[in-house]
């Protein structure tokens, strides 16, 4: 028998944490589940940017737990969490801080705003005008915000977890491109089915409060370690010259698009890499391939393009013309 060598050893351990750390972010969907009932695609959605560390845009109608489900994504991690409810008097200092002046030492000390944290939950993020909305840029770009021409760097790890209800209800701003482009996902809540809606029912009248996570069971399942495991996880998900090549004329075909007045971005193509990657080492693969970029392409891609208005008066929308795009980009074999 052949001792085994450092190399074998090494990849032996690698993979052990790899599966690990996978293990510990499943636990996480299922610990989200003992408060969200159903949205399994939005819960996957939050820890597939966790691991990319991307920003995530949670939207739906009222009422169907976008708040809840970031809530009870940072009480199922043990990640310092803080909350901003925007509103239309919000000012960007309000979110990123200050400088004071400080009687006792006639000097100015800098007060971190609310943005210093790991998870961010930018609730309501559409009820503030566009200059508010700005202030979260150079945070969720360069994880740091510059005050009185000092930068200061954020936490890592840093994810902007924000809702917004849909643009066409009253007292709302739309959110301008270039705030888009910088959330990994746009992840549509929709309403539950009927039984998950029972279920819901069923839940409040068991006494479960949304106010009182701790009451309903929720608890830390994994650290910050788990995290930096799985990433470099991530990270050594092998990716083949074609499957790069097929995410570049995916995003290539957009910009052809005659819907479309605007198509994707090369930033758009490495995130629905990044996260095609994430996907596949979610679902137990070190390597990607077609189907996950296409399970990633829509929340990954529809808020990165533009309708003409005469293409949204016929009734076309994003995921309509990504996913015709999506059936008619050549897939590798």
Known sequence: MTAPTPESAESAESAENSDGARASLETVRSEIAKAVVGQDSAVTGLVVALLCRGHVLLEGVPGVAKTLLVRALAASLELDTKRVQFTPDLMPSDVTGSLVYDARTAEFSFQQGPVFTNLLLADEINRTPPKTQSSLLEAMEERQVTVDGMPRSLPDPFLVAATQNPVEYEGTYPLPEAQLDRFLLKLTVSLPSREDEINVLARHAEGFDPRDLRAAGLRPVATTTDLEAARAAVAGTSV?????????????????????????????????????????????????IPDDVKALALPTLRHRIRLRPEAEMEGVTADSVISAVLAHVPVPR
């Open 240 to 288: 083949s010259g074609e499957i790069a090549g097929y995410v570049v004329d995916i995003c290539r075909a957009t910009r052809d698009s005659p819907s479309l007045t605007l198509g994707v971005s090369p930033r758009g193509a490495t995130a629905l890499l990044s996260a095609a990657r994430a996907w596949a080492w979610l679902t137990g693969r070190d390597y990607v």
